[in-house]
């Protein structure tokens, strides 16, 4: 049968993670710091919202925007937060998830053969996403010395012609880099000299430690040239809601919506209703969540540094990117090695592309007591792994 | 907040040397702060939470309005105070509202408990009244759901 299937699709890669899932699925007792989703649960009044919702016979279609009292509240939300306004009539589109807004876009944007750039190692369906709407992906990397930001000179350097689209995703998973102020100002120059649209991903946004999110939309010359994707999942613990959205010029938006009501027609009703819930309520339950991660990320910053696995502090999201090296092994064989032998799952860092290469990212949206373990665990297993040093000559 | 304090209110059930871990700060510095909070009588102590329906143990609780009348210099004090010792009280509360006290009782039967209420609460100088509530079932104790649904790992094990 696999002659019927499409060239672009059978020639998309197997996903890096899947086979480790698998693996980790049919296992015991594992501690996964593997997990891309928020250990809360949504809170109670999120949830009490959708099913009232439900009680009140609300299981009909919306707008294909969505409803407008969700785009009225993502509006205000999106303007006090980061500072762009957007009009809820026609510059906001509700979407299944930011990974359906990522689809839209590049569906709408791209002809054939256009180019894309993207940074890596980046979230796993960027390249993919591209490829679906016969784009070319060009990836960019980005460093552990620069906390994983993106340089414009780099940019610069992978620009080809043909590049349309630039996609942005700060804080990032899986490294949780961010990207400051002159950065960002920078990568905005390089956008505007290349006429270039920009795509930022910005669902990890409200999950920063260090300093103020900072959003690439924001930026001066930017508005009009950049569609800003935003969700609840993770900020709000909401991902089986599966609910994002977009915010761009009009006539983006528009474009967008197209692909969107031939394709999904609207949002669930019930997870928009749910989002109206956590916009007007939910920002205290976010600090909160926000301070538990915050205080997560500094235990496994510090054990990891402190088991001779070099980590950084990511600036936000909740994984930590360290870097195995030291341990002599490949990230593949760190990841399996330490599910063997310790029963803690981490997620190779080459499933996140080649740029992930002798790292592993570790999630941690876990509880303190799991982590205090995994990372007892993961000592052990780095000085087991590590190779003897060489005796003195002296 | 202190960040040991912060843990604590956050309630979860960690050891002091994971309190150490979470807040970066040595176990013997965690102790001796546990020790600080208990002294200033902000930490009071530690109390399992739990369901008695299911251990068979029989426990009957009942809440109870208590109106008195209020001292010259002491308010309700003095007297809020002496009810609290009395072993059957859990808890002991000054209300706004139609009443004064609402007071937690527990008792190994309803007798106890009336006897209680009759005996000593109610013929203490200063109590005008009671109003006395048992409790028939709980949805909810401590923070924790009685009727949780059991813990298995909804989410996927491992996500992009």
């Known amino acids: 049968m696999k002659r019927f299937v499409a ?7 197997k996903s890096g993670i899947r086979d480790f899932f698998e693996i980790v699925s049919k ?13 809360f649960d949504t809170p109670w009044h999120i949830r009490e919202a959708a099913i009232y919702a439900l009680e009140k016979g609300k299981t009909h279609y919306t ?10 509240a993502i509006s205000t939300y999106v303007e006090r937060n980061y500072t762009m306004a957007y009009r809820p009539e026609d510059e906001v589109l509700v979407t299944v998830g930011v990974s359906e807004a990522i689809d839209l876009a590049l569906r709408a944007l791209l002809n054939p053969g256009d180019k894309v750039l993207y940074h890596q190692p980046c979230y796993v369906s960027y390249h993919p996403s591209v490829a679906l709407a016969h784009g070319v992906a060009l990836a960019v990397p980005t460093r552990e010395a620069d906390g994983f930001a ?3 000179e780099d940019l610069e350097r992978a620009w080809q012609p043909g590049c349309k689209v630039l996609m942005v995703n700060f804080p990032c998973n899986p490294t949780g880099g961010t990207c400051d102020r002159a950065r960002l100002e920078k990568i905005a120059r390089f956008a505007v000299e290349k006429d270039l649209i920009v795509l930022s991903d910005e669902i990890y946004s409200e ?16 508005r009009e040239r950049t569609v800003f994707l935003h969700g609840f999942s993770k900020a709000f613990a909401m991902t089986g809601f599966r609910i994002g959205y977009a915010c761009g010029p009009a006539e983006l938006v528009e474009a967008m919506m197209k692909v969107h009501q031939y394709s999904m027609l609207c949002a669930p009703i019930l997870s928009q209703e749910a989002a109206v819930e956590a916009l007007a309520r939910g920002e205290d339950g976010v600090k909160e969540m926000r301070e538990q991660y915050h205080r997560r990320r500094d235990l496994v910053v510090r054990r990891l540094n402190a088991a001779g696995l070099p980590c950084r502090a990511p600036g936000g999201a909740f994984y930590v990117f360290p870097s195995i090296a030291s341990t002599g092994l490949g990230d593949r064989d760190f990841a399996y090695g330490l599910l063997q032998a310790q029963s803690v799952a981490v ?6 592309g080649e740029g992930g290469k002798g790292f592993v990212r570790a999630s941690f949206a876990t509880g303190y007591e799991q982590l205090v373990e995994a990372c007892d665990r993961i000592e052990r297993f780095v000085n087991a792994a590590s190779p003897c040093p060489a005796p003195s000559s002296s | 907040m202190n960040p040991v304090l912060k843990l604590l209110v956050e309630g979860g059930h960690l050891t002091a040397a994971q309190i150490a871990q979470v807040a970066g700060i040595p176990e013997a510095e965690v102790n001796r702060q546990l020790e600080q909070l208990k002294k200033d009588r902000i930490f009071l102590g530690w109390r399992p939470v739990l369901d008695l329906s299911r251990a068979e143990a029989t426990a009957v609780r009942a809440v109870i309005e208590v109106k008195m009348t209020p001292e010259r210099g002491g308010g309700f004090n003095r007297l809020a105070e002496r009810i609290s010792k009395f072993d059957e009280v859990e808890s002991c509360y000054l209300m706004s509202g139609a009443y004064d006290l609402l007071i937690f009782v527990n008792g190994p039967s309803l007798q106890k408990v009336a006897s209680f209420v009759s005996e000593k609460l109610s013929t203490l100088g200063g109590v005008l009244s009671t109003s006395t509530h048992f409790l028939l079932r709980s949805y909810k104790e401590g923070s924790f759901l009685i009727e949780a649904p059991a813990e298995d790992a909804e989410r996927l094990k491992v996500s992009p």
């Open chain 1, 7 to 13: 060239r672009h699709v059978a020639a998309l890669p």
């Open chain 1, 27 to 39: 296992m015991k007792d594992v501690i996964s710091l593997g997990i891309g989703e928020p250990d």
């Open chain 1, 63 to 72: 707008s294909n925007l969505g409803l407008l009292e969700l785009r009225r």
């Open chain 1, 150 to 152: 993106l340089n414009a």
């Open chain 1, 207 to 222: 999950l920063v430690y260090d300093s103020a999110h900072t959003s690439l939309a924001a930026m001066p010359g930017m």
């Open chain 1, 347 to 352: 997620v190779p860092g080459t499933a996140f």
